[in-house]
């Protein structure tokens, strides 16, 4: 997917996930968008700075890198949220486009993706981009409102 691709998926699911965690249309949920937009649209865009530092769909399509991001409000109480447009980004080259990611890198150079992707410059790749949007909306509405009422007791998610 090209830069155009992730930022608006970035963008779609910014004011997706607004909605999804409060869903009243109110002040909150504009607040919210407002919480997400920027650091996912950043998330979104990091993976490919390895077009120039490193290798492409290596060096930071994997899943060291995005534990890294992740940790960052855990340990440094900033960031949040990028680890979620980094984790975006991956879900969009893995499965909208033909060509996979190297995501145990530096481990192992193998690339991994899924057999529905279109090429990066396809007539189709805006197309797939809302296909997978939409996916990842359904899978966030899921984990935020299905989900915690099959979880044990005391267990809770951390959003
Ligand atoms: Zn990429």
New binding site residues.
């Given amino acids: 997917?090209d830069k155009r691709g992730h930022v608006l998926n970035a963008v779609f699911l910014a004011v997706g996930l607004g909605f999804i965690l409060e869903p009243a249309g109110d002040a909150a949920t504009f607040r919210t968008i407002a919480a997400v937009f920027v650091p996912l649209v950043l998330g979104a865009l990091f993976?490919?700075v390895d077009t120039h530092f490193g290798k492409h769909?290596k060096t930071l399509?994997n899943l060291p890198v995005l534990a890294i991001v992740a940790a960052y409000p855990i340990y440094f109480g900033n960031l949040h949220w990028v680890w979620l447009g980094v984790l975006t980004?991956y879900v969009l080259?893995a499965l909208g486009t033909t060509r996979g990611l190297a995501l145990f890198y530096p481990f192992w150079d193998e690339e991994f993706g899924a057999p529905v992707g279109v090429p990066v410059s396809s007539d189709y790749s805006d197309a797939m981009m809302l296909v997978i949007t939409a996916f990842e909306l359904v899978v966030a509405a899921g984990l935020v409102h299905v989900l915690p009422a099959y979880l044990p007791e005391g267990v809770t998610l951390p959003f």
């Fill in positions: 997917m993976p490919d769909r399509h980004h080259d």
